[in-house]
């Protein structure tokens, strides 16, 4: 995958008679360099590669949601032999577009609530893959917020209406807050644009999380800023934030999870039917703290949870 925002093919170069697996990859935004790197690694790894036995066939988003259906159209025209889709937004576009052309998706909230899958252990059908629990996740967050700012009375959370697991990530964070005596307060973002107004409009705000979808992940550097300019104290989903200068996150390893697609790959190329495979969960959870953020806010993090902390960025 040497240009994930090419959206033609690139040819494998192999003897005439070796098989070459066309892999279709369908994506709301354009992943991040190391998380395809992670998911090349574990094909890599099971014998796959580009340039010997396989061939990317990418289509990948500005982050909007518009066009994913027409790109698993063209997926499925360009006769893959399986399709790796990105998230909620990709698999549930992947598997609308067909029922027969095997289907693995990967950080995937809540697969059978929104109807990828109807149960995790016998997903049936031509879907399998990696899932995260939603809203488990969003009131984790609300929790560790809480811990980081004792003194927590008012959360506001960005949500992308849109998205298919947003408002099962806004209940969950709801549902957290409300057992904490926190207020809650859900804000509309439509697009990167609306992420600075939407934190200026905020008032009597003692921190913020967003829900997890592609259209964050895409533009988490003009969210980080924003939220910055805000100095509102924030915990996101994943370490891509604190590695772009936010200040907490909590959520599953996303390179762990990316890369646990490529068994299902394999097992699926091999012969398997993808109903038969279980949907796995992630086992491996972080906490990352950047400090220089910290500093720079004139927060003192809690020295119990500096204690927790997976990685901390100085």
């Known amino acids: 995958m040497s240009d994930p925002r090419v959206v033609g093919d690139a040819r494998a170069q192999q003897s005439p008679s070796a098989k070459v697996y066309r892999i279709g990859f369908l994506s709301q935004g354009q992943p991040p360099k190391a998380l395809i790197e992670a998911l090349q690694q574990g094909l890599r790894e099971r014998g796959y590669a580009e340039g010997q036995n396989l061939v990317w066939v990418f289509r990948s988003t500005d982050g909007s949601l518009d066009q994913l259906p027409r790109f698993a159209e063209e997926l499925v025209s360009s006769k893959v032999d399986l399709i790796l889709a990105r998230a909620s937004s990709g698999a549930m576009a992947a598997k609308r577009a067909t029922t027969s052309i095997p289907i693995v998706f990967f950080a995937v909230y809540d697969p059978v609530e929104i109807g990828i899958v109807p149960s995790l252990s016998r997903p049936g059908g031509n879907v399998t893959g990696v899932a995260v629990t939603a809203s488990d996740m969003a009131a984790k967050r609300v929790q560790l917020l809480k811990d980081l700012v004792p003194a927590l009375k008012r959360v506001a959370m960005l949500s ?88 907490v996150s909590y959520g599953p390893n996303l390179a762990a999870v990316w890369k646990a697609a490529a068994p299902y790959v394999d097992k699926i190329l091999k012969g398997s039917k993808p109903g038969d495979l279980p949907v796995e969960q992630p086992t491996t959870f972080e906490l990352m703290i950047n400090n220089r953020t910290a500093k720079a806010m004139g927060l003192t993090i809690p020295p119990l949870f500096v204690m927790r902390a997976d990685q901390i960025f100085e």
């Open 160 to 247: 992308h209406p849109p998205h298919p697991t947003n408002g099962i990530q806004l209940q969950g964070a709801e549902a957290a807050a409300r057992s904490l005596g926190v207020q809650f307060e859900a804000v509309t973002v439509r697009g990167a644009d609306d992420f600075a107004p939407a934190l200026k409009a905020l008032r009597g705000i003692d921190g913020v999380l967003h829900a997890d979808t592609p259209l964050f992940v895409t533009h988490r550097a003009r969210l980080v800023n924003a939220v910055a300019e805000s100095r509102l104290p924030a915990i996101y989903p994943a370490r891509l934030y604190v590695e772009a200068g936010g200040l």
